[in-house]
Structures are given as structure tokens and as C-alpha cells.
């Protein structure tokens, strides 16, 4: 059973930073891409950030580039977001997300497994 478990996300002011993690299990994670989406209240879920199977390959977001900076750790079986310079736009629910393929991007189809989300509240 594939599982993925986000974790990192909490209260920060802005201008702040915040690092979230994503634990995969259940499948051989360095086999698929990887990505981020958020989803704010009373908004759709949207795309954040995507990384290939190998890491070297990214996309991101308008709205986060030069801020967030997607990457993997394969060994360990995990993907990280750090996220600097936090907006109180960027307050959302934020989902991590695994492609059975070498890379996937911004559409949400594309992703096969999704954890349950971490949630960001930044403060202005």
C-alpha cells in the first residue's frame, strides 16, 4: 500500500521560512516524479512544484519562483519543499503527490497517489 506523509507545516510570520517533508513507502519511490500542490480556503488545489524521478529535472509555480525550492532524497525515500520568504498568500493546506513516471508537472491528473496534507499559516 503506497503511503505518503507530509510533515514540516505549522504557524510562521512572513518573511519567514518553513521546511516540508514527504515520507513515501509502499512503492520504489526513486521510480516516479514528485510534486507539491496546495489548496487555500475556499480555493482549488493548486500546483507548486514538481521534481523528476532522478532530481534533475524541476518546475514550479509562478507564484513561487526564487521562494521554493523542490528536491529528493532517494535513499531516503523522501521529497522536500523548502519555502522562504512566506507570503500570507501562501497559507494553504499542502499536498505531496507521487507520478508513476519519470516526470510529471502541473496537472493534478498526472499524479497517481496523494498524501493527506500539512498545514502552512503564514501570519502577515
Known amino acids: 500500500q503506497v503511503q505518503l506523509v507530509e510533515s514540516g507545516g505549522g504557524l510562521v510570520q512572513a518573511g519567514g521560512s518553513l521546511r516540508l517533508s514527504c515520507a513515501a513507502s509502499?512503492?520504489?519511490?526513486?521510480?516516479?516524479?514528485m510534486g507539491w500542490f496546495r489548496q487555500a480556503p475556499g480555493k482549488e488545489r493548486e500546483f507548486v512544484a514538481a521534481i523528476s524521478w532522478g532530481g534533475y529535472s524541476t518546475d514550479y509555480a509562478d507564484s513561487v519562483k526564487g521562494r521554493f525550492t523542490i528536491s529528493r532524497d532517494n535513499a531516503k525515500s523522501t521529497v522536500y519543499l523548502q519555502m522562504n520568504s512566506l507570503k500570507p498568500e501562501d497559507t494553504a493546506v499542502y499536498y505531496c503527490a507521487a507520478a508513476k513516471r519519470k516526470f510529471s508537472g502541473s496537472v493534478e491528473r498526472d499524479y497517481d497517489y496523494w498524501g493527506q496534507g500539512t498545514q502552512v499559516t503564514v501570519s502577515s
Open positions: 509502499g512503492r520504489t519511490f526513486s521510480n516516479d516524479a
